[in-house]
């Protein structure tokens, strides 16, 4: 710091010193202002893919699936659904504050109009079926020749947020 | 001429100066980082409540063979930022989940899920990075966990 022939100080280094940092400054709260913008604008998106990936999973591992008996044991097949007991949207765990719409199968919950704007989480599927329980032999019988038991269904599972 | 009472006055203005500027930028620098890190906070709150449920929810399979024994265990995310823990209470019910956060930040976040009471069997109040234990209550049948 010195001073000039008129008296004042000359403090280029401060000056430069203090650009440095409101510049400094700029530069993180465009950073901070991207990353929360990006934080709030995705959050939603990602939840929902969470959501609808869930059902989709729970779709194919639901409680109502065809099982397989035989004398001592019985046991659900995955990727399977007995028609006969359908879904509901509580099930396949869709939240109260999300709509969806299922073709291919009754999901009781699941009839809700397809709004033509928004985020939509969208699957499409293809599932085993069948109309009762199947015996161990019946099974083994499907899965080497086929069988009229088992046929199968495809559809599309959608999900979105609600109002 | 310069006299030594003017140097000192200006020398006073250009402290005052940088007092107050660092003031202000730290504050504004303060607020910023705060705010970065309660939208880093929300990002986590809302996996812990989408990976707690996801958990939940697939105890359902086992739930439906009434001949499965079976015991599963399942750490809940902790909220963490730059490497401080940040403590939250999770409040269940049949039909949401309540994230309180209560440190730095103060808030809370509502979810919606299904958990039936007919299936389940759930402690009201877990708190993140806990474990916790599901098994099959052979007294009711029901899903327990805590």
């Known amino acids: 710091m010195r001073l000039n022939n008129k008296g004042q100080m000359v403090v280029l280094d401060v000056l430069f010193a203090i650009t440095i940092m409101i510049l400094a400054f700029l530069l993180l709260f465009k950073f901070s202002e991207t990353e929360i913008y ?7 998106i990602d939840k929902l893919n969470r959501v609808g990936d869930l059902s989709y999973s729970l779709l194919f591992n639901s409680p109502n699936a065809c099982l397989v008996t035989d004398l001592q044991n019985k046991f659900y097949l995955s990727g399977t659904i007995n028609t006969t007991n359908p879904l509901t949207k509580e099930m396949l765990a869709i939240p109260s504050d999300y709509n969806c719409n299922v073709t291919g199968l ?8 397809v709004p033509t704007t928004g985020d939509i989480y969208v699957r499409n599927f293809k599932i085993a079926t069948c109309t009762a329980d199947l015996s161990k032999q019946k099974y083994l ?3 080497e020749s086929g069988c ?16 | 001429m310069v006299k030594k009472g003017q140097v000192s006055i200006e020398l006073l203005l250009v402290l005052l100066f940088l007092i107050a500027f660092i003031y202000v930028y730290n504050t504004l620098a303060e607020q910023t980082v705060y705010s970065l890190e309660l939208a880093k906070v929300k990002e986590q709150t809302s996996d812990v409540y989408l990976s707690l449920n996801e958990f939940l929810q697939f105890q359902r399979s ?3 063979d009434s001949n499965v024994k079976y015991t599963s265990k399942y750490k ?18 049949d039909t949401n989940m309540v994230i309180d956060i209560n440190s730095t930040w103060i808030f809370f976040e509502a979810f919606n899920l299904s958990l039936p009471t007919t299936i389940y069997e759930l402690s009201s109040e877990f708190s993140c990075g806990q474990e916790i234990t599901c098994f099959k ?10």
């Open chain 1, 38 to 44: 990006r934080s709030n604008s995705q959050r939603p």
């Open chain 1, 106 to 113: 009754t999901v009781t919950g699941c009839s809700s109009v």
């Open chain 1, 141 to 143: 019988d499907c899965i």
């Open chain 1, 148 to 163: 009229s038991e088992i046929s199968s269904a495809s559809g599309t599972l959608r999900i979105w947020k609600g109002n």
């Open chain 2, 62 to 64: 086992v739930f439906a």
């Open chain 2, 76 to 93: 809940i995310p902790e909220i963490n930022v730059a490497s401080k823990k940040v403590p939250c209470k999770i409040s269940l019910s």
């Open chain 2, 137 to 146: 209550n052979p007294a009711n049948n029901k899903i327990k966990c805590n």
